[in-house]
């Protein structure tokens, strides 16, 4: 009780020798701090609305079919442009996405950063018989 009311005295005797332009700096300082302290271990609501929003946002984007796409949607694919694009349409069909490495159409190191984008269905349409 006695180190309340010595530290009330302290706290008072100090702001009455404050001089104006001091009392009117930490008046702007005062107004700027929140009334209530909160402490650093607990987060606030916005630090964890912050921390939840870049894993909602970050969508992964559809993969695009190797054997059905068309050479403008496989050119938007992140790490292929168009001439591996035409490439990719001109020698179809693929029974999996790695056959483009094994064609030659990508190098591996390329293949290794656009695989996630691509999958390889099965072509289920009908193909005209080959003749030999």
Known sequence: MHCRAICLLLSVGALAL?????????EASAAA???VAVPATVPTTAAKEGAA????????????????????QLAKVPGLDKAHAMKIVAHRPYP??????TK??????????VKDYLVATPN??????TTK
């Open 53 to 72: 929003t870049p894993t909602a946002k970050a969508k992964k984007p559809k993969p695009v079919d190797v054997n059905n796409a068309s050479v403008e």
């Open 104 to 113: 030659g159409i990508l190098s591996e190191t390329k293949y290794a950063e």
């Open 124 to 129: 289920t349409s009908p193909r005209a018989p």
């Open 96 to 101: 999996t996405r790695a056959w483009l490495v």
């Open 33 to 35: 701090k929140p009334a």
């Open 18 to 26: 404050a001089s104006p332009s001091t009392m009117a700096a930490g």
